[in-house]
Every structure is written in structure tokens, then in C-alpha cells.
């Protein structure tokens, strides 16, 4: 089956810095990933939507220059925290679909970056 | 809007105990729903996933049901285990894009 490779899983980092995070898919061609949020206790949020080769959508709130996306290539697509600060702690889920399969297949989604900002 | 939400927000149930998970979801122009399981610290795992034309789909002691004109989907699960606990979540597309919209998850714990 599809399968989804995001990392890292956890990742501490001093508040003021940047993190990266990666989301890979790995046995098919994604072109379409979305990022979520996920507070404690809370749902999943949709963050933005990005599609390979073009700018991400991002979803009302949601600050872009903050959240910047990347969709380079087919299989892989990255979320970068710039200037992170403690409320940006939480956990990030990214999932992923081609060709609009997610209407027809499902979405398979990463097991989440664990994000804590100090 | 989508909007979806999932009661009971949290169950705890005897092994063996069949069960229930409700979704309700105010948009009845999706594409699909599907439910997930969720564990503690980690990404979603898919169980089910039922078009918008289908109107139940099953996995081994999983059965989801969909009811478009109502607006409601179900998870029932057969003889519970203890391994079954975990987070559900329900999530629906949002009409006319491929946008998932997620309930807040309902919690369930089986006890040995």
C-alpha cells in the first residue's frame, strides 16, 4: 500500500530558530500534500494545501510567511517553522494523494512531527 | 462549510463489548468519509473508506456505515479488544475539493 515517510517524529529547538520537516512519498507519486496541525485534545487542522511545481495554499489564518512550503519534486514536500516560538509547539501531520486519487483511494498520511519550541 | 463532529468524545467498554462510533457532518456534498485510528503521540492509521455512492464498507470486525441524507456515518466494531484503543477520527471532504475536514476524535478505551 501507499505509505508516507515524515521527519523527523519529535524535534526540540530554541525559540527564535527554524525547523524543517520533511513528508515523502514513498512507493508513489504525490502530487498533492496537504500539512495539519493537531493540538492536544483537538482535531486535525488543514494548514495549506501544496501542489508540485506551484505555490502552497494555505488555509484562512494560516500565516505563509511563518509555515513556508515546498513541493520540489513528485515525492517529496517540506514544511519549514521560521522564527519559531512556543505557541507554534504542537503536533504536524502531512498527508499525501496523486491525481486526485484521495477522492477515489484516500489520503495516507505521515505519523506526525512532534514539535516543542523553549 | 464542512463541519463534522463525533460523539461520544470519549467511550471506555469491556473487552468483548460490540460498540458504536457515531460522525455527523453537515454537508452532504462529499466525495467520501473516512475513518481513521489514531494512537497516542502518532500519525493516523486508515481504516475505512466509504464513497459517496457506497453505503457501508467492512474490514475483518470493522463496519462503517454511510448515510448521505442524513448527514451521519457510523463504526461499529465487533468484540472489542483491548489493542482497539485509541483515538477514532471521522473526517469528510469538503464539497468539491479534495479538502478532508476531521472531527475531534472519539477516545475509546477497552478494558481487559
Known amino acids: 500500500g501507499a505509505v508516507v515517510s515524515q521527519h523527523p517524529s519529535w524535534v526540540i529547538c530554541k525559540s527564535g530558530t527554524s525547523v524543517k520537516i520533511e513528508c515523502r512519498s514513498l512507493?508513489?507519486?504525490?502530487?498533492?500534500m496537504f500539512w495539519y496541525r493537531q493540538f492536544p485534545k483537538q482535531s486535525l487542522m488543514l494548514m495549506a494545501t501544496?501542489?508540485?511545481?506551484?505555490?502552497?495554499?494555505?488555509e484562512q489564518g494560516v500565516e505563509k510567511d511563518k509555515f513556508l512550503i515546498n513541493h520540489a519534486s513528485l515525492t517529496l514536500s517540506t514544511l519549514t517553522v521560521t522564527s519559531a516560538h512556543p505557541e507554534d509547539s504542537s503536533f504536524y501531520i502531512c498527508s499525501a494523494t496523486n491525481l486526485g486519487q484521495g477522492i477515489f483511494g484516500g489520503y495516507t498520511f505521515g505519523s506526525g512531527t512532534r514539535l516543542t519550541v523553549v | 462549510k464542512q463541519e463534522v463532529t463525533q460523539i461520544p468524545a470519549a467511550l471506555s467498554v469491556p473487552e468483548g463489548e460490540n460498540l458504536v462510533l457515531n460522525c455527523s457532518f453537515t454537508?452532504?456534498?462529499?466525495?467520501?468519509l473516512q475513518w481513521f485510528r489514531q494512537d497516542p503521540g502518532k500519525g493516523l492509521t486508515s481504516l475505512l473508506l466509504i464513497q459517496s455512492s457506497q453505503r457501508e464498507q467492512t474490514s475483518g470486525r470493522l463496519n462503517a456505515s454511510l448515510d448521505k441524507s442524513s448527514g451521519r456515518s457510523t463504526l461499529y466494531i465487533a468484540a472489542s479488544q483491548p489493542g482497539d484503543s485509541a483515538t477514532y477520527l471521522c473526517?469528510?471532504?469538503?464539497?468539491?475539493?479534495?479538502?478532508?475536514?476531521f472531527g475531534k476524535g472519539t477516545k475509546l478505551t477497552v478494558n481487559p
Open positions: 501544496s501542489n508540485e511545481g506551484s505555490k502552497a495554499t494555505y
Open positions: 454537508d452532504s456534498a462529499i466525495y467520501n
Open positions: 512507493d508513489f507519486q504525490a502530487t498533492t
Open positions: 473526517a469528510a471532504s469538503q464539497g468539491g475539493s479534495e479538502k478532508l475536514v
